[in-house]
């Protein structure tokens, strides 16, 4: 392999770059404190604790609380990341080697804060371990999937489907670890980030663009990053609450997703599920995101 060559291709490009994000101070939400506090005026206790417990799905809160809770999460996110990218451009064009990348990075680890936010609310399990700064190749996959919804690829919301009906299907409350580092989920992982590797140099490059002239370019900054993150956290937050995994009342039980399979903790259960089908192996196409 020639020196390099993995910083040219978008794919590892990509990944790197959500890696990096992903470790940043304050990006990972407590699922725990964050459920909390969102419900808080919304829901009784007992309705918090089995959403913490289980899932908000399983606590059965209404679609419309959900909605409003994530409306707040979505304008408090946009709010906080347009306001530090107006700030990164006020230095102009001669800090620039220092303020893109720092800019791209505090982007990219809102949109990990956003999608946590959402997917908790959502009823998705916990996207983090408490093992240190690890980020395990699942939830890397996840987010991956995740962002490709942001940005608007099919390929994308159907793999995001995919993943959420095996866990809706086996009820479980873990992530399908080998269907997204080496299932029939993987390969649509890894075209999704080379497409993304793709859209973050070229909005690395208008971020650069609009930070070129000082105070012009700040203003410029910060109305570029909310007109673009604003509306990818709302199409995150519409696919999201259309998913099986979303209906109330349904209920999530300790177990890992194989493949469309899953290990369960109670042997009863898992007899008595053990027709479940597997995943559908089909590779889905990439395309670009609908006008």
Not at 91 to 106: C, E, H, N, S
Not at 225 to 243: C, D
Request: hydrophobic letters at 45%; one cysteine or more; proline letters at 5%.
């Amino acid at each position: 392999m020639k020196p390099g060559k993995v910083n040219e291709n978008p794919e590892s490009r990509f990944s790197a770059v959500l890696l990096a994000a992903a470790k940043l101070p304050g990006v990972r939400i407590n699922r725990e404190a964050y459920l909390r506090s969102a419900l808080a005026r919304h829901c009784s206790e007992d309705d918090i604790r089995k959403a913490v417990e289980e899932s908000p799905a399983a606590a059965g809160i209404t679609v419309e609380v959900l909605d409003k809770v994530a409306n707040d999460s979505i304008r408090f996110e946009t709010a906080k990341v347009s306001a530090l990218s107006a700030a990164a451009g006020i230095p102009g064009i001669l800090a620039l080697p220092a303020t893109v990348p720092a800019d791209v990075a505090q982007y990219f680890g809102h949109m990990v804060r956003i999608a946590q936010k959402l997917a908790y609310l959502y009823s998705w399990p916990d996207l983090f371990s408490d093992d240190g700064d690890d980020v395990d190749d699942a939830t890397m996959g996840v987010l991956t999937l995740f962002f490709g919804v942001m940005f608007g690829t099919q390929t994308a919301n159907a793999a995001v489907g995919k993943v959420a009906g095996m866990m809706a299907e086996q009820v479980a409350k873990k992530l399908p670890q080998k269907a997204l580092t080496k299932g029939v989920i993987y390969p649509i992982v890894k075209k999704v980030a080379a497409y993304l590797g793709v859209q973050m140099t070229k909005q690395s490059f208008a971020k650069s663009v609009s930070k070129a002239i000082p105070l012009i370019g700040a203003a410029v900054s910060g109305t570029l990053t909310l007109a673009t993150y604003l509306p990818m956290a709302k199409r995150l937050k519409k696919h999201l609450a259309s998913l099986p995994l979303a209906e109330p009342t349904h209920r999530v039980m300790d177990g890992e997703v194989v493949d469309g399979d899953v290990v369960e903790d109670d042997a009863s259960f898992a007899t008595a599920h053990a027709d479940q089908h597997s995943a559908d192996s089909t590779a889905v196409k990439l395309e670009e995101p609908q006008s």
